[in-house]
T-cell receptor, first 110, second 113 residues
Framework: EDQVTQSPEALRLQEGESSSLNCSYT??????LFWYRQDPGKGPEFLFT?????EEKEKERLKATLTKKESFLHITAPKPEDSATYLC???????????WGAGTKLIIKP | GEEVAQTPKHLVRGEGQKAKLYCAPI?????VFWYQQVLKNEFKFLIS????????ETGMPKERFSAKCLPNSPCSLEIQATKLEDSAVYFC???????????FGQGTRLTVV
């Protein structure tokens, strides 16, 4: 069964304190792994798509990496405006549905 | 820039009443997706459309849920005879391809009392 697990559930960091969020997945035939950011009361905002193990993508202070079993979202020197829930989703060969993780709530204190 | 527009933002219905939610996808996007987000951020896929055709409806509880995407009209998601457990935020998303970067609307918060 396709499954996505994100950890930790919540993460509190001081401004400037780098860390990583984890997304572990099991899927038959990975078609893509997606990272989204969701602010309270809003819809998810697309960040990255990763398609194959070894792939990396960067955007400002965020860097996403992918292995055959997990993806990491590294955040370098975060700022308070990076506070949000970060969601991971995967799609497999079986259909076009995305399977979503429960998210990591990131809080950056000034 | 263009965005996915969902209406209404909030909807309150008594148990057993009907609820209808609307979504205007971004122009030029062929695919529309409906998701239900309940507590703890859990996203549940409901249905997807390719233009006006149902693409994947395996997530839909068909007894009470129905959806349409007709030409020149907003897409709609209708829940007949709402139940308390239908309380959730319903998100619509659109994309150019069936698989890839999707743009989400702001969601409709449905509260069934």
């Amino acid at each position: 069964e396709d499954q996505v697990t994100q950890s930790p559930e919540a993460l509190r960091l001081q401004e400037g304190e780098s860390s990583s969020l984890n997304c572990s997945y099991t899927v038959s035939g990975l078609r893509g792994l997606f990272w989204y950011r969701q602010d309270p009361g809003k819809g998810p905002e697309f960040l990255f798509t990763l398609y194959s193990a070894g792939e990396e993508k960067e955007k400002e202070r965020l860097k996403a990496t992918l292995t055959k079993k997990e993806s990491f979202l590294h955040i370098t020197a975060p700022k308070p405006e990076d506070s949000a829930t970060y969601l991971c989703a995967v799609g497999g060969d079986s259909n076009y549905q995305l399977i979503w993780g429960a998210g990591t709530k990131l809080i950056i204190k000034p | 820039g263009e965005e996915v527009a969902q209406t209404p933002k909030h909807l309150v219905r008594g148990e057993g009443q009907k609820a209808k939610l609307y979504c205007a996808p971004i122009k030029g996007h062929s695919y529309v997706f409906w998701y239900q987000q309940v507590l703890k951020n859990e996203f549940k896929f409901l249905i997807s459309f390719q233009n006006e055709n149902v693409f994947d409806e395996t997530g839909m509880p068909k007894e009470r849920f129905s959806a349409k995407c007709l030409p020149n009209s907003p897409c709609s998601l209708e829940i007949q005879a709402t139940k308390l457990e239908d309380s959730a935020v319903y998100f619509c998303a659109s994309s150019q391809s069936g698989y890839g970067k999707a743009f989400f609307g702001q969601g409709t918060r449905l509260t069934v009392v």
